[in-house]
Each structure stands twice: as C-alpha cells, then as structure tokens.
C-alpha cells in the first residue's frame, strides 16, 4: 500500500501541477497581484477541483462496480488520453501568461477548473491507473480522491506562491519549451510506471 500512495502522489503532482489552464493562472495571479490577492482565485480552483473528482470518482466507481472488466479498457483509454496530453503540452506553441490588472475573484477560479479539460483528463487517468488498493471500491475511490485533492492544494499553492520566480521563465520561449517537454516526459514515465507495477 505505500508504494501505491507514493505512485498516487507522484502521478497527481506531475498531472495536477504540470502547466495547464489553472496552474499557469495561479502562476500568473501570484506575480502580478500577489499571494494575498490571488488567494479567492485558488479557493476556487479548488472548489472547482472538488466538483470534478466527485463526478470522475462516483461516475468512475459505479462503473467499474457494474461491469468490473470494463476498468482495463478505461486505464488504456486514460493512458493514452494522458499520452496524448503529454504531446499537447510538449508541443504547445510559447504563449503568455499576462493577468489582467484586477485580481480574479472565487468565481473565476471556481468556473476555470469546472471546464478545465485537463482536470477532467488527468482525473481520469489517475482514478483508471492509480487507484488505491483497498477492500471496497467506494473506500478506493474516496482514499484516492482525498490524495489528489490534498496533493491539489499543495501544488496549487505553490504555483500560486511561486509564481514571480516562474512567470518569467514561462515568459522565455526556450524555457517555457523545456519546462513544458519536462513535464510532458515526466507524465509519460508516470504512465509507464503505472503499467509496469
């Protein structure tokens, strides 16, 4: 079980905080308006987080309750939907992370992660591959549901916290490219790893 915790974490931080919609935001509110100001924009990223785990989780477990052979067609399909993030962002064109000067507010945040695509994906992809071993599945998916969410609030502060030291290298067209190959092989091994194990 802590082998399967430490993958869990792993995988979440690398598929939670790779640079994507809400964690480049957090970046970009942290430089330009400060911790204290983007604070109301993170509590709704994380609102918003908490609405997507519980729909991929219960959609997710009564599924593989019903039909337990489907969860090996849904891990390669959140494999390869993770493969195929992984290219996007390794390959995404350099673009800026200007804020606007008025800080964003709960609600921003909260709608941003509710149609963040990337949440949806990098959520299924850690409830198909990472579940945690547990002797019920609705006890699996809440374990693995309260790991992503608490490694959530820890990366989503950071981004929010760093973001003056990583704005500008994200602003850097070089960096920002290795930066986003980094992570994009970073979530690959995750993948790989999940297969191997």
């Given at each position: 079980?802590?082998?399967?915790?430490?993958?869990?974490?792993?995988?979440?931080?690398?598929?939670?905080?790779?640079?994507?919609?809400?964690?480049?935001?957090?970046?970009?509110?942290g430089?330009?308006?400060?911790?204290?100001?983007?604070?109301?924009?993170?509590?709704?990223?994380?609102?918003?987080?908490?609405?997507?785990?519980?729909?991929?989780?219960?959609?997710?477990a009564?599924?593989?309750?019903?039909f337990?052979?489907?969860?090996?067609?849904?891990?390669?399909?959140?494999?390869?939907?993770?493969?195929?993030?992984?290219?996007?962002?390794?390959?995404?064109?350099?673009?800026?992370?200007?804020?606007?000067?008025?800080?964003?507010?709960?609600?921003?945040?909260?709608i941003?992660?509710?149609?963040?695509?990337?949440?949806?994906?990098?959520?299924?992809?850690?409830?198909?591959?990472?579940?945690?071993?547990?002797?019920?599945?609705?006890?699996a998916?809440?374990s693995?549901a309260?790991?992503?969410?608490?490694?959530?609030?820890?990366v989503?502060?950071?981004?929010?916290?760093?973001?003056?030291?990583?704005?500008?290298?994200?602003?850097?067209?070089?960096?920002?490219?290795?930066?986003?190959?980094?992570?994009?092989?970073?979530?690959?091994?995750?993948?790989?790893?999940?297969?191997?194990?």
């Amino acid at each position: 079980m802590p082998e399967a915790i430490t993958s869990l974490i792993t995988a979440t931080a690398l598929l939670l905080g790779s640079p994507g919609p809400a964690t480049l935001g957090l970046a970009g509110i942290g430089a330009t308006s400060g911790f204290k100001n983007g604070l109301p924009f993170l509590t709704g990223i994380l609102t918003g987080l908490i609405v997507v785990i519980l729909g991929t989780a219960l959609g997710l477990a009564s599924l593989f309750e019903a039909f337990p052979s489907v969860r090996i067609t849904v891990q390669i399909i959140g494999a390869l939907y993770i493969l195929y993030v992984a290219v996007k962002i390794a390959t995404a064109p350099h673009q800026s992370t200007a804020a606007s000067s008025a800080p964003p507010r709960f609600i921003d945040g909260f709608i941003l992660n509710l149609l963040n695509p990337k949440a949806y994906a990098a959520l299924l992809g850690l409830f198909s591959q990472f579940l945690l071993p547990t002797p019920s599945v609705p006890m699996a998916f809440l374990s693995t549901a309260v790991i992503c969410f608490t490694v959530a609030v820890v990366v989503d502060t950071l981004w929010l916290a760093l973001g003056g030291a990583i704005r500008p290298c994200l602003q850097q067209p070089v960096q920002a490219r290795m930066i986003r190959v980094v992570f994009a092989v970073l979530m690959v091994v995750a993948v790989l790893w999940a297969f191997v194990q």
